[in-house]
């Protein structure tokens, strides 16, 4: 069956160190991945997409790779602050297709002061 | 000014009940969506519209009628709501489908529903 697995449990980080996301999918061929963060009470907000023929992208203290090999998507934010406590959701995009994305359940971050 | 903005952002009536929620874009986006989100956080497509047409509907009970009346609107209407249809609505659009390039979701702040 088709998958897209983010780590449940929060991630806990000391503010400054750089903070490593994972998105794992299983029996998708994506042609393109995407970032959001979304806030409590709030729709989630777009922050990086990269595509199946790109290995990294970067966005100011956002990296974002893309494995189409080992089918996994690793986010990374360095120097990380108090205010990037979030959660993060990866999503697919498939090609040949309409293009919408779906959605992992997202994974917590809380950086610690 | 909101860019994607959805009326009521809380919602709370009887089982049984019909509701609708309004979905407005000022983006001049072509392509409008319907999400929900549960209480385990996980986002799900429900409808999609390009250009006023209905391309995408996930497998959503006909209670959930979706409606375009032009193609900066998207309004939801739930009939004989149940205590499942209790989550979170969120309204979205992009620029269009032909290319993920361009499919960057642009999310309102969504409508708590809850089913008493």
């Known amino acids: 069956s088709q998958k897209i697995e983010q780590n449940s449990e929060a991630l806990n980080i000391q503010e400054g160190k750089t903070a490593t996301l994972t998105c794992n999918y299983t029996?998708?061929?994506?042609?393109?991945l995407q970032w959001y963060r979304q806030d409590p009470g709030r729709g989630p907000v777009f922050l990086l997409l990269i595509r199946e023929n790109e290995k990294e992208k970067r966005k100011e203290r956002l990296k974002v790779t893309f494995d189409t090999t080992l089918k996994q998507s690793l986010f990374h934010i360095t120097a990380s602050q108090p205010a990037d406590s979030a959660t993060y959701l990866c999503a697919l995009l498939l090609s040949g297709g309409s293009y919408i994305p779906t959605f992992g359940r997202g994974t917590s971050l809380i950086v610690h002061p | 000014d909101t860019a994607v903005s959805q009326t009521p952002k809380y919602l709370v009536t009887q089982m049984g009940n019909d509701k609708s929620i309004k979905c407005e874009q000022n983006?001049?986006?072509?392509?409008m969506y319907w999400y929900k989100q549960d209480s385990k956080k996980f986002l799900k497509i429900m409808f999609s519209?390009?250009?006023?047409?209905?391309?995408i509907n996930e497998t959503v009970p006909n209670r959930f009628s979706p409606k375009s009346p032009d193609k900066a609107h998207l309004n939801l209407h739930i009939n004989s709501l149940e205590l499942g249809d209790s989550a979170v609505y969120f309204c979205?659009?992009?620029?269009?489908?032909?290319?993920?390039?361009?499919?960057?979701?642009?999310f309102g702040p969504g409508t708590r529903l809850t089913v008493l």
């Open positions: 519209y390009n250009n006023k047409e209905l391309i």
């Open positions: 983006l001049g986006h072509d392509t």
């Open positions: 029996n998708y061929s994506p042609a393109y």
């Open positions: 979205a659009s992009s620029q269009g489908l032909r290319s993920g390039d361009y499919n960057e979701q642009f």
